[in-house]
C-alpha cells in the first residue's frame, strides 16, 4: 500500500525549472504531507523544505530563493516548485508526513529522480 504518491521528477539542463507533487493517501487518517527531502548519491538524506497545515514554510539555506513549497489541504497534496536549478540539486527527492497523534508514524514517499545537467 502506497502511503505517499510522488511525481514530477525528471532530467532538466541547469537553469531550468521542475514541479514536484506528493499526495497523501486518503485511506490513511490524519495523515498530513509537510515536507521535502533529498539524496544525493552517496551522501546523507538532507532536508529540503516544510510547511505546515496553516501555511508556515521553512527552506533549507541552499535553495531559498529558488525553491516554494506549496500546499492544497483539501487535496492533502504538498507541491515543491525548483526554479534556477543546479547540478548540485541532482537527488531523489523524498517527501515526508511526520507522525501524528492519529497516525502514530511518519512516511516516507518512493522517492523521485531529479536530474540536472550541466
Known amino acids: 500500500q502506497v502511503q505517499l504518491v510522488e511525481s514530477g521528477g525528471g532530467l532538466v539542463q541547469a537553469g531550468g525549472s521542475l514541479r514536484l507533487s506528493c499526495a497523501a493517501s486518503?485511506?490513511?487518517?490524519?495523515?498530513?504531507?509537510e515536507g521535502w527531502y533529498r539524496q544525493a548519491p552517496g551522501k546523507q538524506r538532507e532536508f529540503v523544505a516544510t510547511i505546515t497545515s496553516g501555511g508556515s514554510t521553512n527552506y533549507a539555506d541552499s535553495v531559498k530563493g529558488r525553491f516554494t513549497i506549496s500546499r492544497d489541504n483539501a487535496k492533502n497534496t504538498v507541491y515543491l516548485q525548483m526554479n534556477s536549478l543546479k547540478p548540485e540539486d541532482t537527488a531523489v527527492y523524498y517527501c515526508?508526513?511526520?507522525?501524528?497523534?492519529?497516525?502514530?508514524?511518519?512516511?516516507w514517499g518512493q522517492g523521485t529522480q531529479v536530474t540536472v545537467s550541466s
Open positions: 515526508h508526513a511526520p507522525f501524528t497523534r492519529a497516525t502514530m508514524r511518519e512516511y
Open positions: 486518503r485511506s490513511i487518517f490524519g495523515i498530513n504531507v
